[in-house]
């Protein structure tokens, strides 16, 4: 979808990522990097909630119906005289007015925009029928040398590149990354997916804070994330503390769900990282292992693993450990066995204070 056709009507994954944004007064917008975007609105130089909230609720109004560029800047407007808002950058001329409200009306639809498409093209029914992304280069005004070399680079949607290479990349960016079917591969004159490429890297220091970023050559700074990533990790993990205290049946019902829910899938397949609950042991598990949590989780790294060791085992099949862990019979080094689409595995447990780690070996 064209970003052009964000502005003319609502688009429900965009609209629910920007409504989750917390509204956070910044002096600058590098004022918090990355992944704190995705959960943070700002205007770099609002200082004051309500100026930051009338703007956040303006735009959620723009995501939600549609609004243009017109109607939200009379909402600018009036926001800015009652408020009292003055001094800000680009208030002293009229170009610098229009760079200022198309940067703030612009820049939020298209990454909220990137974090929608992020959730779509993640979908675990989506990656099984195009599980390759497309970089598309669209900036005709100002193209960016780096932009226009990445131009119809296609690789698996799991690959390295996509955590920090997913746009926008920088203010103005136009660039978008689309889903592709192994037969699309043919449709652009490739016969597999490109090699990841060689990423040069280079230092930006903050100039109020001096905390210096490692960032890719060609990425703005604090544009070297994927948008609406990290908002699933963060679901995750607040999921996984509310677990390790709830009582044990109750949190038994908890992992279920996730076990079975896309959530899982997208971990299975790679599109996030961290780690995942698979089951919950018993009280008496707990005391015969020694662990101070009754969370078993399975690490991003043990996932992997388990592709190279049984690589037609399905993220399906992987479900059943979740009744199958508080029955198994674990010895005091935390060894035993699970059954597996009708295969005998050897696993391992091991006590951690985050959880217990599952591996299967």
């Known amino acids: 979808m064209a970003i052009k056709a964000v502005f ?59 609004k243009s560029i017109n109607w939200f800047r009379q909402n600018f ?20 007015y229009a760079w200022r409200t198309n940067l703030i009306y612009s820049q939020n639809l298209r990454s909220s925009h990137a974090a929608g498409r992020f959730e779509q093209m993640t979908d675990p029914d989506v990656l099984e029928q195009r599980p390759y992304w497309r970089y598309v280069h669209r900036s005709v005004l100002f193209p960016r ?3 226009q070399k990445w131009h119809n680079l296609i690789l698996p949607a799991d690959d390295p590149f996509w955590d920090e290479h997913y746009p926008p990349q920088g203010f103005g960016c136009d660039c978008i990354v689309e889903s592709c079917s192994k037969r699309d591969l043919a449709k652009y004159g490739k016969a597999k997916p490109d090699r990841s490429p060689v990423i040069k890297r280079y230092t930006y220091t903050n100039p109020e804070t001096g905390e210096s970023h490692s960032i890719p050559e060609g990425v703005s700074p604090g544009f070297n994330y994927a948008p609406g990533r990290s908002a699933t990790i963060l679901a995750l993990q607040a999921q ?23 959530v899982f899938l997208k971990f299975y397949d790679g599109q996030l990282s961290g780690q995942f609950p698979v089951s919950v042991l018993t009280p008496e598990k707990m005391q015969q292992l020694s662990a101070r949590n009754q969370m078993v989780v399975m690490t991003r790294k043990a996932i992997q693993q388990l592709h190279e060791r049984y690589p037609a085992l399905t993220a399906h099949e992987l479900r059943a ?9 674990w010895d005091k080094k935390g060894m035993g066995s699970i ?10 447990l091991t006590t951690k204070a985050s959880g217990v780690e599952l591996e299967l070996l």
Do not use: C
């Open 8 to 66: 003319n009507r609502s688009f429900r994954n965009q609209s629910d990522y920007f409504r989750q944004k917390l509204a956070i007064p910044t002096e600058r917008w590098d004022d918090i990097m990355k992944e704190q975007h995705d959960h943070a609105f700002v205007v770099a130089g609002a200082m004051k909630a309500d100026l930051l909230n009338d703007f956040k609720k303006t735009l959620q109004q723009v995501l939600d119906d549609g």
């Open 77 to 96: 407007d009036d926001i800015v005289q009652k408020q009292g808002w003055k001094g800000w950058k680009g208030s002293d001329s009229d170009s610098g």
């Open 145 to 147: 040398e780096e932009h």
């Open 240 to 262: 996984m503390q509310k677990i390790a205290s709830l009582d044990n049946a109750i949190a038994s019902k908890n992992v279920d769900k996730l076990v079975n829910s896309d």
């Open 321 to 329: 450990i979740q009744q199958q862990i508080p029955n198994v019979q």
């Open 339 to 348: 059954l597996l689409n009708g295969n005998k595995m050897p696993a391992k």
